[in-house]
């Protein structure tokens, strides 16, 4: 868990509609986040400070530009890859997960077995 | 083919989208807005509807003006249709866009694209590391989600956007570390020759002088004529690097918030094939329009800062003139009728671009935070640095397309909306020939994500 928090949510004012945490699920683990924002800032404000690796180098990459332009925000969420998180609205039991590495594709079941048995022979 | 389904299409919900589809509806006109987001207000006024009192106070009156117009656009009668991501505008007027995990599409008689303007890239050392935001991030933050720096933060760069933020800040009672301006004294000289254009924007300047009176009082450090930015840290930010009145300053933090203006958002009108034009006072391309707005494109019409940098009064009028042009085309009001409620827009129009020269001279973003030194990554989805794209030009690439086949440049998930700038003054830089020469990237669509399930999975 980072220890460094970068930001914060100002003091709800009182009065506003609705609850002020979700918790959701954020690389398996449950962490409580601001609601009613979208998921990178809900991230950002809970102490988050990395959200994917670079496919390129591994390098550690943050949200940028928060409003859809960079795509440096690119998580999991609900099973999805690579979606843009500070477009996505927040929402209580939301799965998301870091985007390590570049996109795997999984392979048809045929190609799995004649790969398996490439490497049997050597 | 499939059938009309309205007079008149608006991409984008900011004060041009928004004051465009008064407009049109008004005339009678069968008007749909579409908006990646869930209410209306594009950038500048995001989430103007549900903000408080206390929000309204910290981020100030522009701000708040946006609120009458919010109001006139729900009210007018136009279909608002919200979480809808357009992935392309056809030169035949279908608009797709990705709402609610399917594809979906309608087709208009007129098409005005009002997506706004996005940061200018701020490409030095470290620019790529956790912690760095734009300052319209951090604005963003603020606005949609009551989300403020925890720890003093540093600003860095140019431009009225960043000395507003502070502003903010300050009366949100958040610690800025300090302000570090890129401006120096060459700017105040260059931007003197522009100041009867300011003065005659005095509403503009006064704002600006009052803006910057009030961060002095607030105790904020500004360090002036800032240069030789850089950014330490391995894994995150760690610190800031800075030349300033002949002193290296190292400011320790753990976010920096770059900015150093804004540049017309124009994917759609480069996806279009429209006529573009390098401007060489800010500094990137515009798209080639009529005094309506139309494009080279017959039925689609530009309106806002995405035609060029105007700020969101100028964007506000240029939508009401592209919804009354649109309404024209479509037969709703004669010539004489548009040319008539045209005349006060366009004298409007005059007024509030008259500061702009003077903003553009004073605030124009430095060469070297351009065009920067080889090690500085400047296509950061595909981490492509400076030095690799003059690699590229001395074996013979002429402009950023070869610049893509040459080594993925531009071919990042972003679709060089960080890099392209970049990359057109970089290649024209390494050439020795104007950017005009140069060009941009080839924009294809789709202009956002979707994927192969959500396209078979038509609404």
């Not at chain 2, 390098?278 to 329009?289: A, E, K």
């Not at chain 2, 990359?423 to 830089?429: G, H, P, W």
């Amino acid at each position: 868990m980072p220890t460094d928090r970068l930001f914060k949510r100002l003091a709800a004012p009182a009065g506003s509609p609705g609850a002020d945490t979700v918790t959701i699920e954020f690389n398996g683990a449950a962490l409580e986040v601001p609601a009613r924002c979208s998921v990178a800032a809900a991230l950002l404000a809970s102490g988050v400070t990395r959200v994917r690796n670079s496919p390129v180098s591994g390098a550690p990459r943050a949200p940028y530009c928060m409003m859809g332009a960079c795509f440096e925000c690119l998580m999991e969420i609900d099973g999805q890859p690579s979606r843009q998180s500070c477009l996505v609205t927040v929402r209580a039991g939301m799965r998301v997960r870091t985007q390590d590495g570049a996109r795997t594709l999984p392979l048809p079941p045929a190609v799995q077995t004649g790969r398996a048995a490439e490497v049997e022979h050597g | 083919m499939a059938e009309i389904d309205v007079d008149i299409a608006i991409i984008g919900a900011g004060p041009a989208g928004m004051a465009a589809a008064v407009a049109a509806t008004g005339t009678g006109a069968r008007v749909a807005l579409l908006d990646e987001q869930e209410a209306c207000g594009g950038q500048i006024y995001r989430g103007i509807q549900r903000a408080t009192p206390e929000r309204l106070r910290i981020l100030g009156p522009d701000y708040a003006a946006g609120r009458a117009l919010a109001d006139r656009f729900a009210a007018s009668g136009a279909q608002h249709i919200t979480g809808a991501a357009v992935w392309q505008v056809t030169r035949e007027h279908t608009v797709h866009y990705l709402r609610n995990g399917s594809v979906a599409s309608l087709r208009a008689h007129q098409v005005i694209l009002c997506t706004g303007a996005m940061e200018r890239p701020f490409p030095i050392p470290g620019w790529t590391l956790p912690g760095v935001l734009t300052a319209g991030a951090a604005q963003i933050l603020l606005k949609s989600a009551d989300v403020v720096p925890a720890e003093p933060v540093v600003l860095a760069g140019c431009g009225p956007l960043l000395y507003l933020l502070g502003w903010q800040y300050v009366r949100a009672g958040v610690p800025i570390r300090a302000i570090v301006d890129t401006t120096g004294g060459a700017d105040y000289q260059r931007a003197l020759a522009h100041l009867g254009g300011a003065l005659a924007g005095w509403r503009y300047l006064k704002k600006g002088l009052a803006l910057m009176r009030a961060l002095k009082r607030g105790g904020v450090p500004f360090y002036k004529g800032a240069s030789g930015l850089s950014i330490e840290g391995d894994d995150a930010v760690q610190a800031l690097h800075f030349t300033s009145r002949g002193q290296a300053h190292r400011l320790a933090t753990h976010a920096v918030l770059l900015h150093q203006g804004v540049v017309p958002n124009t994917q759609f009108s480069w996806a279009l094939r429209a006529a573009h034009r390098w401007d060489d006072t800010q500094l990137c391309w515009q798209p080639v329009v009529d005094e309506w707005g139309t494009l080279d494109v017959p039925g689609i019409l530009v309106a806002g800062d995405g035609r060029g940098i105007g700020g969101a009064v100028a964007a506000a009028l240029q939508g009401e003139l592209a919804g009354l042009a649109a309404a024209h085309n479509l037969g709703k009001l004669d010539a004489a009728q548009r040319d008539r409620r045209a005349a006060p827009l366009r004298a409007a129009l005059r007024s509030h671009l008259g500061i702009r020269p003077f903003l553009d001279a004073l605030y124009r973003p430095k060469a070297a935070n351009r065009v920067p030194a080889d090690d500085v990554v400047v296509c950061r989805c595909e981490e492509v640095t400076a030095g690799d794209i003059r690699g590229f030009v001395a074996l013979g690439c002429s402009g950023p397309n070869q610049a893509k086949s040459f080594g993925r440049c531009g071919m990042g998930p972003c679709q060089g909306r960080q890099c392209g700038l970049t990359v057109t003054e970089l290649i024209a830089d390494a050439r020795g020939v104007p950017p005009q020469e140069v060009g941009y990237y080839r924009i294809r669509p789709p202009i956002k994500p979707i994927t192969l399930g959500e396209l078979a999975n038509e609404a």
